[in-house]
């Protein structure tokens, strides 16, 4: 007797218990033993089952319930993955980032902050400030120590007066090792919210610089 011959009959006696026996195409594993080792007790002693054919039949089935498992294991790492990330965002609300931007808004009130990550060689280091005109709003001269050098500026320009709340450009130029250039510039944000979507991942949303991945983010202040 064959498996197919057992599947087959238990089918039959199921069909009339009722929708509480399993179908044939939900066979599960334990199931499955218990079939493999019904037909080696009811195989002819005289045709016995090939080896070969017999481990066939267990790495077939092997193959399909790992993979159905390994299809689970990732669901379930996938789901581990998005509440940590939902962690990591509750944990981000009320913080200050330093990420990657020459853009931010000047609120009526407060100062805007920044950095620049100086390198070593440098000799002189200005950041200049301009509003969307395009025009020099303000002339800010920072120290040329190599590594990361903070800064802030309070809003106020070269005029003595505060500058027009909106968005204002920032350009870092450094003299280094006698060649001038410019270097990237770091704004920081507060995180007033996040968001968390399937196919970006966590987003942080900040009143000054917009939204922004998590991954931009160089520091947490």
Do not use: C
């Not at 609120?107 to 020099?136: S, Y």
């Not at 250039?181 to 979507?197: H, K, P, Q, W, Y």
């Amino acid at each position: 007797m064959s498996i197919a011959d057992i599947i087959n009959g238990t089918g039959a006696a199921g069909a009339s218990q009722g929708s509480g026996v399993k179908k044939k195409d939900q066979l599960g594993q334990a199931e499955f033993l218990e079939l493999m080792i019904a037909q080696l007790k009811n195989q002819d002693p005289f045709k016995a089952m090939d080896p070969s054919q017999f481990l066939g039949q267990l790495a077939q089935f092997g193959t399909v319930s790992g993979i159905s498992e390994m299809k689970e294991a990732f669901g379930t790492l996938s789901d581990a993955m998005r509440s940590s990330q939902v962690l990591d965002g509750a944990t981000m609300v009320g913080r200050e980032v330093l990420v990657p931007s020459d853009e931010v808004m000047l609120q009526a009130e407060g100062p805007v902050k920044g950095a620049i990550d100086v390198p070593t060689g440098t000799t002189a280091l200005q950041v200049n400030i301009r509003d969307v005109n395009g025009t020099l709003v303000r002339r800010m001269s920072l120290p040329t120590s190599s590594g990361l050098q903070e800064f802030s500026w309070d809003g106020v320009a070269d005029n003595g007066t505060r500058a027009a709340a909106g968005t204002y450009s920032f350009e870092a130029v450094a003299n280094i090792a006698g060649k001038s250039g410019s270097l990237e510039m770091l704004m920081a944000g507060r995180v007033n919210s996040v968001t968390i979507d399937a196919a970006t991942g966590l987003t942080l949303n900040t009143s000054n610089l917009g939204s922004r991945a998590l991954s931009d983010v160089r520091r947490v202040m």
